[in-house]
């Protein structure tokens, strides 16, 4: 069984930065897309960035140039790294395993980020 682990997430004010995290055991991590997904109160989860096992990147255009994915193979971690935060980045973030925009396995804790002043 899959376990998917994320951590990092806190209060920032705007224009800050915080550093996201993933675990993932019970899976052969380094053969899988990765992605890290986010759910604002009353919207729908959304995909915001992945990784694919070759390490290529793609991001949605309101995170581009402010948000960095990867990912360690030795560690079966992957992480995001977002600057210049927004309050409209506020959101409890998720990692999983992209298949189109769908998550392939069920979903772990989440972590809350808040932006705000």
């Known amino acids: 069984q899959v376990r998917l682990v994320e951590s990092g997430g806190g209060l920032v004010q705007p224009g800050g930065s915080l550093r996201l995290s993933c675990v993932v055991s019970g899976a052969m991590f380094r053969i899988y897309a990765m992605g890290w997904y986010r759910q604002a109160p009353g919207k729908q989860r959304e995909l915001v960035a992945r990784?694919?096992?070759?390490?290529?990147?793609q991001y949605v255009d309101s995170v581009k140039g402010r948000f960095t994915i990867s990912r360690d193979n030795a560690k079966n971690t992957v992480s995001l790294q977002m600057n210049d935060l927004k309050p409209e980045d506020t959101a409890v973030y998720y990692c999983?395993?992209?298949?189109?925009?769908?998550?392939?396995?069920?979903w772990g804790q989440g972590t809350q980020v808040t932006v705000s002043s």
């Open positions: 999983n395993s992209p298949i189109g925009d769908s998550p392939k396995w069920a």
């Open positions: 990784i694919s096992s070759g390490s290529v990147t």
